[in-house]
């Protein structure tokens, strides 16, 4: 059975400015792209309400960047969050992550950004980060992991792993 789960939780963590040790730590939030239409490159209409509940779930986050690879299902999992926030959907290639998290440790310190990617690259892209362990590739079927990624610079990494929008039965 599918359950809607919007974390009043992830307000909590989204909105308090404590979450942020020094001005100079980001804050990173990584998610899948939302719900694939078969195995199409485009997003199913649970997708399309996915991609509704993420940008309803960072409502309240002042996002500096928005990362995407260049798939229809990823550009539109997170194309209707850039409009509100009216910030530019910028492309990274998939292939060289770790030029992704140059950019992100070097533009972006005091900031926060999202990266929608895929089942196997937002866990490489974790692990890119300092997080340990180091986690696994997500399983196929799973749309409703959110990520949060706090890299300090005087601090360890840390991981808080959240959900959103309708529950995954995976």
């Known amino acids: ?3 809607t789960i919007i974390f009043l939780f992830c307000y909590m963590f989204f909105s308090c400015t404590t979450l942020l040790g020094q001005g100079s730590d980001v804050l990173i939030f990584l998610v899948r792209h939302a719900d694939r239409l078969g195995d199409n490159d485009a997003l199913s209409d649970d997708g399309v309400n996915r991609s ?3 940008t309803h779930v960072l409502e309240n986050v002042e996002l500096d960047a928005i990362f995407s690879t260049d798939y229809t299902r990823t550009i539109e999992t997170v ?3 850039a409009r509100d926030k ?3 959907i910028e492309i990274y290639n998939p ?8 950019i992100i440790q070097d533009k972006y310190a005091g900031g926060k950004v999202l990266v929608v990617g895929h089942s196997n690259t937002i866990p490489q892209t974790i692990n890119l980060m300092g ?3 180091a986690l696994e590739d997500l399983d196929h ?3 409703d992991d959110l990520f949060m990624v ?4 005087d601090s360890e990494p840390r991981l808080v792993p959240l959900q959103y929008g309708v529950r995954d039965d995976h």
Do not use: T, W
Not at 95 to 102: H, M, Q, R, S, Y
Not at 150 to 153: A, P, S
């Open 86 to 88: 009216q910030v530019e």
């Open 95 to 102: 292939g060289d992550l770790n030029a992704l998290v140059e």
């Open 150 to 153: 706090i890299l300090g610079e």
């Open 131 to 133: 997080i340990q362990p």
């Open 141 to 143: 079927g799973a749309y």
């Open 1 to 3: 059975m599918r359950s």
């Open 79 to 81: 194309k209707p969050l």
């Open 52 to 54: 509704l509940a993420l």
